[in-house]
Nanobody
Framework: QVQSVESGGGVVQAGGSLRLSCVAS????????MAWFLQPPGKGREFVAR????????QYADSVKGRFAISRDNAKNTVYLEMNSLKPDDTGVYYC?????????????????WGQGTQVTVSS
């Protein structure tokens, strides 16, 4: 399976920006892309953004379109999430995960593995 290490979280005021990083390791040849998820306090994980390794295709949740940007550096096996115009609703733990299937309308995770995540807190 592919492991991931997330970093870059912190405390920021509403309207501020953060850049998260996710380094993938392990059986990365099985991965067709990566996705970011957010787990708000007391809630389940929800999809934020995804990207393919090969062509850089991207999709976003409606709640972050126009504010967040996902990118990747294949040479470093690293995926980034640039977050701008942050809102208190963006607060939570951000996780990245490897994908084994990716299409314009759906995707599948490569395993049940989740990293430790990185905490983002947006104050109002």
């Amino acid at each position: 399976q592919v492991q991931s290490v997330e970093s870059g979280g912190g405390v920021v005021q509403a309207g501020g920006s953060l850049r998260l990083s996710c380094v993938a390791s392990g059986r990365t040849f099985r991965s067709v892309g990566m996705a970011w998820f957010l787990q708000p306090p007391g809630k389940g994980r929800e999809f934020v953004a995804r990207i393919t390794w090969r062509g850089g295709e991207k999709q976003y949740a409606d709640s972050v379109k126009g504010r967040f940007a996902i990118s990747r550096d294949n040479a470093k096996n690293t995926v980034y999430l640039e977050m701008n115009s942050l809102k208190p609703d963006d607060t939570g733990v951000y996780y990245c995960t490897s994908l084994k299937y990716y299409s314009a309308s759906s995707f599948l995770r490569e395993s049940d593995y989740w990293g430790q995540g990185t905490q983002v807190t947006v104050s109002s």
